[in-house]
């Protein structure tokens, strides 16, 4: 069954640092997510991307975040400078159609 | 700003008896609704959903009820097994003015399926 692939499945990085997240979604899907979970709360909306574009992002997603299909497999959530707060669970998601997403197994990011 | 509520943090249940997991939603623009099933350190995974045009769907052991009019609904796991622990995620799908669809997650519901 396709996968949604997701690296690395574990980051450390100081406060300040700039991190790269990187998803591989479903070759065929047209829609991707990235969504986070703060440890013991909910699964948060980041922002969507569709025809090399966001098409929606959540207000987390502010000016230090961007995202990127750089050459038409990946798919990259950047933070430019990490704060502690932005230790979480970063998912990645993509679909085909409406309702058929697809999660990744998550990147555990902590800022230290 | 909680759309969609899981007010249940927990739920332990025996095996072989019924798991009912509770969720409640606010915005009537929702039009479809999910249940994802989450390990730890793993991803949501898809479990089963529903439209908003019924009130019920089955699959297997798994059910999900839908009262519109109550903003409620209800995943039932039928009996329920050990490898059935995990945290239940209930998501709330609504396409945007934008034109965008997007999930709203509740905050989840760890259910204990003790042998």
């Known amino acids: 069954e396709p996968e949604v692939t997701q690296t690395p499945s574990h980051q450390v990085t100081q406060m300040g640092q700039e991190v790269i997240l990187r998803c591989v979604p479903i070759?065929?899907?047209?829609?991707f997510y990235w969504y986070r979970q703060i440890l013991g709360q909910k699964v948060e909306f980041l922002v969507s991307f569709y025809n090399n574009e966001i098409s929606e992002k959540s207000e987390i997603f502010d000016d230090q975040f961007s995202v990127e299909r750089p050459d038409g497999s990946n798919f990259t959530l950047k933070i430019r400078s990490t704060k502690l707060e932005d230790s979480a669970m970063y998912f990645c998601?993509?679909?085909?159609?409406?309702?058929?997403?697809?999660f990744g197994s998550g990147t555990r990011l902590t800022v230290v | 700003d909680q759309q969609v509520k899981q007010n249940s943090p927990s739920l332990s249940v025996q095996e072989g008896r019924i798991s009912i997991l509770n969720c409640d939603y606010t915005n009537s623009m929702f039009d479809y609704f999910l249940w994802y099933k989450k390990y730890p350190a793993e991803g949501p995974t898809f479990l089963i959903s529903?439209?908003?045009?019924?009130d019920k769907n089955e699959d297997g052991r798994f059910t999900v009820f839908l009262n519109k009019s109550a903003k409620h609904l209800s995943l039932h796991i039928v009996p329920s097994q050990p490898g059935d622990s995990a945290v239940y995620f209930c998501a709330a799908s609504a396409i945007t003015q934008g034109g965008s669809e997007k999930l709203v997650f509740g905050k989840g519901t760890k259910l204990t399926v003790n042998p």
């Open positions: 070759s065929n899907h047209l829609y």
């Open positions: 529903i439209s908003s045009i019924k």
């Open positions: 998601a993509s679909r085909l159609i409406n309702y058929g997403y697809t």
